[in-house]
């Protein structure tokens, strides 16, 4: 049987050996009563990474996301994010559903806005509006093709959300691509804002869980609503393990993930009936424009399907393909060659 070749998402990934040795040989406890020390130490050493006081471990990171506007807001409050970010289109409305929030777009480019964007969009203090309380960005950018979002810009973005006390949050679930990509620390791409979120079953490659990162007392209360969400776990430590292990051991690898990424962009831009804009392949994720074939994104996902490689969708008109540790360069260029084939 042919092999498959899974480049839907790096969140296919499994386990490695050495990781489920980890994951079995964890020492663990309650950590509902805080007591799980393997649950303690990757708490403590994302905490340290992201130069934040606390962190919190929970299953997913979207539910990290929520709980960070959950803590920060308050019901009829409103949120400002990119209009293709992950918390407006994939989290299931879970803002308005979770914290009675209304969520304001900005029109981006390439997952990125301005300063200069914001001014008109911030609600004056008038008792018939919402209160603009928190700004969201996206670091890397999943729906734009894993771009990576600049700091100069951030750090603009920082002192105009200060200036009018606004809260500043980081979907960062791919920020360990951002760093490892630009060479910038975490800790630096971190430094500006409120709260934090980072995944660890993405690119890292383990099996379950995010952490939600900040003051000492935003986690104090995100710690109370993780509860009230049903994301309070017990013997965590045997999937907290999977998740050290890959901070450990699996972040200066993405490096690799990027040169497939490149590689699969550059030889697919080729293709005639492909748009690929390569600029924006800066990390693990490639969007590939298929409008030319005469085909639906859908029906590609299908046709390669067939022929043994899996894609997801990433727009209305493109495809999305994620590199990750479970997939080889020898398997990328075969990917190619076959792609190439059926669409020569």
Known sequence: MEKIIDIRSDTVTKPTTAMRQAMANAEVGDDVFGEDPTVNILQEKVA???????????????????????????????????RDAHIFNYETAAPSVMSS???????????????EQLPSLIRPDIYYMPKTKLIAVENTHNRAG?????????????????????????????????????????????????????????????????????????ISKVRKWRKVFGGGMRQAGIIAAGALYAVENHVERLKEDHQKAKYFAEELSSVTQFSIDLESVQTNIILIDVQKTGKTPNEIISLLKANSILVSSGTFTSLRAVMHLDVSMEEIRYAVQKIKALFH
Request: with cysteine; glycine share 10%.
């Open 48 to 82: 340290s990474l992201l130069g934040k006081e606390k962190a919190l471990f929970v299953p997913s990171g979207c539910m990290s996301n929520q709980l960070a506007i959950k803590a920060h807001t308050n019901a009829g409050d409103e949120i400002l994010v990119e």
């Open 146 to 218: 894993g771009t990576i979002f600049p700091l100069e810009e951030i750090n603009k973005l920082s002192r105009f959300a200060k200036e009018r006390n606004i809260i500043f949050h980081l979907d960062g679930a791919r920020l360990w691509n951002a760093s490892v990509a630009t060479g910038i620390p975490m800790k630096t791409w971190a430094e500006q804002f409120d709260s934090v979120s980072v995944c660890f079953s993405k690119g890292l490659g383990a099996p379950v869980g995010s952490a939600i990162c900040g003051s000492a007392e935003f």
């Open 101 to 115: 929030v209304q969520v304001q777009t900005v029109p981006g480019k390439k997952g990125i806005f301005s300063v």
